[in-house]
């Protein structure tokens, strides 16, 4: 009797999914379905175009060789199902791809199924040095079970690879917390954490439950904490830490836009960023990490506002399809199909735009376009990838024992296409004013100082009425990371133009620089950092270019955090490299423009 109740509950939730995405009939044209088609289509020609000859692996980019990431096997393994079935390649070609990435797979060393993120797309066998993040290897399992799903025949190849893993691993019984990583050279967990219910590793506690791994109650004690902005609620990490990517993307397999708790917070924060473009009066939208055009990669998920990736938008298209489909054909508009060159083939979206230099990135993705192209997919046949994910066994297992804990609300669709059909509210208040915002640290009037360390460093901070002093010191080569945080009432930094900061530093050593984070109300973050601080006072200039990040209420800004830190692990040159010393600051202007 309860099998026949769960299989009834599983065609329900099925039932709301499906109605969910075929509404696209009704919102979107013939002409937009053809658009969306074509560049589903070129999307693919991308992806399929861009495989290491030894191994079949998906290059990490357009550029042969080198390394690729677990995440990119598994979402390109993800897209061979939907694409054969498209018609966009034969089940004989699909059946060749598959089975020379699961051969090159099984070949490399692993340790208790995992493999590290980084894999040499050359075929190197080896099991590489460094810790693996499991919010990277469990995209590489979602592929897999994709792939056994629509391919039966190669099953028994590929099942192997999913049933060594030892999920158990991650999980810790005496505190009921996950560990986020594995140093596979030795054996063992690292880095004991709360993972986030909106981020990437939501799967990671899926596959735990579903295996049997951890209880169902891992669930419940997933990082929950709200992002509240004038009316709207969504889940951290939010824009801290990769933006749009980090809600959405496991919802294209496991959830649907009715999807209660995660729909209403991933629905929430895309028209976050829908409002955020019209207060701050730009054509387009969709903050994501992805490739900063002429920089590098977006490290440590602080995003610049003016850099817009087309994959962003796409993730949500099944919740507002409207604005998503305007928002690409701006995109579009800007040039971002245009091939790198006359002879190049169409494959697409490239990464990214600098929207105030209208510069388009000249590099392709394989994580973005295969995101795009699964979301696309998802939209235009009625969550196909989403529907083959939930017939696997293993999958059906996980559904089963999280039951209400996924629940659906049907009213949810009605309220996002009521939102679809209507334009956000410019916010009465994102203007700021044109003076600047100064914290004069000789007279902290309103400033409340707090100071942390990182295991055995010490650090001693006060205002004085040279400045604010702060002495610190590393004792361990460990003890790497100390904060200094002060807080003071709201300032409205949406117009902000830059940062100057009057500072000198003294050391045995080369001093190097700091780096600062700015905090709204709700704890969302932008980063900027200085160098070459010497025993001299001396000014310096941050532009609003190198301020990264952005912020839920950019209007609300009540904490600044002076950090030491001598080894970072993202933008790893931007660091402090005394190992003790005393910093003086005696001020900090915010300037506006």
């Not at 960023?273 to 992805?290: A, M």
Request: charged share 25%.
């Amino acid at each position: 009797m309860r099998k026949n109740i769960l299989c009834i509950l599983g065609l329900i939730m099925a039932m709301f999914c499906n109605s969910a995405l075929a509404n696209h009939a009704v919102v979107c044209s013939q002409q937009d379905d053809a658009y969306l088609r074509q560049l589903l289509k070129e999307t693919w020609t991308y992806l399929d175009r861009h495989l290491a000859k030894e191994t079949g692996f998906p290059t990490d980019s357009q550029e042969s060789g080198g390394n690729t990431n677990t995440t990119n096997i598994g979402l390109y393994l993800a897209c061979i199902g939907p694409a054969e079935k498209m018609g966009f390649i034969t089940r004989t070609d699909a059946l060749q791809r598959i089975n020379k990435i699961v051969e090159s797979l099984g070949k490399i060393e692993s340790c208790n199924g995992f493999l590290y993120n980084w894999i040499d797309v050359g075929g190197d066998t080896k099991l590489a040095e460094g810790v693996m993040g499991v919010s990277d290897f469990n995209k590489l399992v979602t592929g897999l079970i994709l792939v056994r799903q629509f391919f039966p025949e190669v099953a028994d190849k590929v099942s192997p690879l999913i049933e060594r893993i030892n999920w158990s691993r991650l999980y810790d019984a005496p505190t009921g917390r996950t560990y986020w990583g594995y140093d596979l050279k030795n054996d063992k967990p690292i880095g004991l954490c709360d993972f986030w219910l909106a981020s990437d590793c939501r799967s990671v506690v899926f596959y735990m439950i579903a295996s049997g791994s951890a209880p169902v109650e891992l669930w419940d004690k997933i990082n929950r904490n709200e992002v509240n902005a004038d009316g709207l609620s969504f889940y951290e990490p939010g824009y801290w830490f990769g933006g749009l990517f980090m809600q959405a993307m496991d919802a294209m397999f496991l959830d649907s836009p009715a999807t209660t708790e995660m729909g209403n917070s991933i629905a929430d924060f895309a028209w976050h960023q829908i409002r955020e473009s019209r207060n701050r009066g730009l054509k387009v939208w969709g903050w994501s990490n992805c490739n900063i055009p002429g920089k590098g990669y977006t490290e440590g998920g602080f995003l610049p506002w003016w850099v817009v990736t087309p994959h962003a938008s796409a993730l949500v298209i099944e919740y507002y399809p409207r604005h998503v489909i305007a928002n690409l054909r701006r995109i579009d508009a800007m040039g971002m199909r245009k091939p790198l060159t006359a002879d190049s083939p169409a494959y697409g979206f490239r990464d990214s735009i600098d929207i105030k230099t209208l510069k388009v990135d000249d590099r392709y993705l394989s994580l973005d376009q295969a995101m795009l192209f699964l979301s696309l997919t998802n939209f235009l046949e009625d969550g196909m990838v989403r529907n083959y994910f939930a017939k696997d066994p293993l999958v059906k297992n996980g559904f089963k024992l999280l039951g209400a804990r996924l629940a659906q609300d049907p009213n949810l669709l009605k309220k996002w296409a009521k939102r679809d059909v209507s334009e956000p509210k410019r916010l009465s208040h994102g203007k700021s004013s044109k003076q600047s915002v100064v914290l004069d640290m000789k007279q902290p009037k309103g400033l409340i100082l707090n100071a942390e360390s990182i295991g055995n460093s010490k650090v001693d901070a006060e205002f004085t009425t040279e400045g604010l002093v702060i002495d610190f010191a590393a004792e361990d080569e460990q003890s790497n990371e100390i904060n200094v945080n002060i807080t003071f009432p709201q300032i409205n930094l949406r117009n902000i133009d830059g940062i100057q900061i009057k500072c000198y530093g003294q050391s045995k050593e080369d001093f190097g620089g700091i780096r600062l984070y700015l905090y709204d109300d709700q704890g969302q973050s932008q980063y900027t950092y200085i160098d070459a601080i010497s025993p001299v006072l001396k000014e310096f200039n941050i532009p609003e270019s190198s301020i990264l990040g952005m912020l839920a209420k950019p209007y609300a800004v009540n904490k600044l955090t002076i950090m030491l830190w001598e080894k970072p692990w993202y933008y790893t040159d931007q660091r402090t490299k005394a190992r003790s010393g005393r910093l003086v600051i005696e001020k900090i202007i915010f300037k506006q423009k």
